[in-house]
């Protein structure tokens, strides 16, 4: 079972910013497409933001386009999430995965059961 570990999370204030990272120690994420997900209480997890493998592609929901952004360190094992702008509806649970299949070449990044690694999450909270 292969390991990504979610850290950055916290609580911040309405237009403020967070970096959360998703380091996978055990392997080398380069060989998977990586995506970020959130899961609010009471709602579905969603799929916010992924990096292709090969080709470094990105894709973003339509509620954080323009104001997160995806890369990756691969000599680090790392994928990053910038978010900037933060609102209070990003406020959930966010989490990393990892995918072998190129999901995000055959458009379907954004569903939960293509992933085959999840983290263990990290809490965003965006409050006055």
């Known amino acids: 079972q292969l390991q990504l570990v979610e850290s950055g999370g916290g609580l911040v204030q309405p237009g403020g910013s967070l970096r959360l990272s998703c380091a996978a120690p055990?392997?080398?994420?380069?060989?998977?497409?990586i995506g970020w997900f959130r899961q609010a209480p009471g709602k579905e997890r969603e799929g916010v933001s992924c990096?292709?493998?090969?080709?470094?592609?990105?894709k973003y929901a339509d509620s954080v386009k323009g104001r997160f952004t995806i890369s990756r360190d691969n000599a680090k094992k790392t994928v990053y999430l910038q978010m900037n702008s933060l609102k209070p509806e990003d406020t959930a649970v966010y989490y990393c995965?990892?995918?072998?299949?190129?999901?995000?070449?055959?458009?379907?990044?954004?569903?939960?059961?293509?992933?085959?690694?999840w983290g263990q999450g990290t809490q965003v909270t965006v409050s006055s």
């Open positions: 995965a990892a995918a072998a299949v190129e999901v995000l070449d055959l458009g379907i990044w954004y569903l939960v059961d293509e992933y085959d690694y």
């Open positions: 055990e392997f080398t994420p380069d060989y998977y497409t």
């Open positions: 990096i292709g493998s090969s080709s470094g592609s990105t």
